[in-house]
């Protein structure tokens, strides 16, 4: 079973790649984390409730849900978990910590994907993953072709060494 890192903005365009990645990796199940990274507060307030933060949660639009929801559900059989997680942090120490502690094996970058900053944390996290010394692969990604569709088109994937 393997398990991938997929940054996200948290935007539905975001989920495109998924698809492919079944089709890829079939028959092995995938555990599928998808993060959003942020850069971590000043604040001593904000730093002491930030393992209760559920606020952040609330920042991910219904249109991101439904179409997580639907994809996790599509996809049953081949994916035995699906998850929406917060990074905190600027660092590839960190970011190697948060990598081992979720035993990635491989993270996904979105090929051509702007990531977008949806709060004043956000942090794009190209950067920060491609410093990473974890394998990585490049999912091709087509902002015009909606989740549903992609299970028609043949999208690959190019292994990065």
Do not use: W
Request: charged share 25%; net charge neutral.
């Amino acid at each position: 079973m393997k398990t991938l890192l997929i940054p996200t903005d948290l935007d539905v365009q975001s989920l495109n790649s998924i698809p492919s990645l079944v089709k890829q990796f079939n028959p092995e199940k995938l555990n599928i984390i998808l993060v959003h990274m942020m850069k971590i507060t000043d604040s001593i307030t904000d730093l002491l409730m930030l393992p209760r933060r559920s606020s952040e949660f609330q920042r991910v639009s219904q249109n991101f849900k439904a179409a997580f929801n639907k994809l996790k559900n599509q996809y049953a059989n081949n994916i035995n978990t699906m998850r929406i997680e917060f990074f905190y942090g600027n660092t590839v120490a960190v970011l190697s910590n948060f990598l081992e502690a979720n035993e990635v094996d491989t993270i996904i970058l979105l090929k051509e994907y702007d990531y977008k900053l949806n709060n004043e944390y956000s942090i794009d996290p190209t950067v920060l993953v491609k410093r990473c010394e974890k394998p990585k692969m490049f999912a091709d990604f087509n902002p015009i072709i909606k989740p549903e569709a992609l299970k028609k088109e043949e999208h690959f994937l190019e292994q990065r060494f």
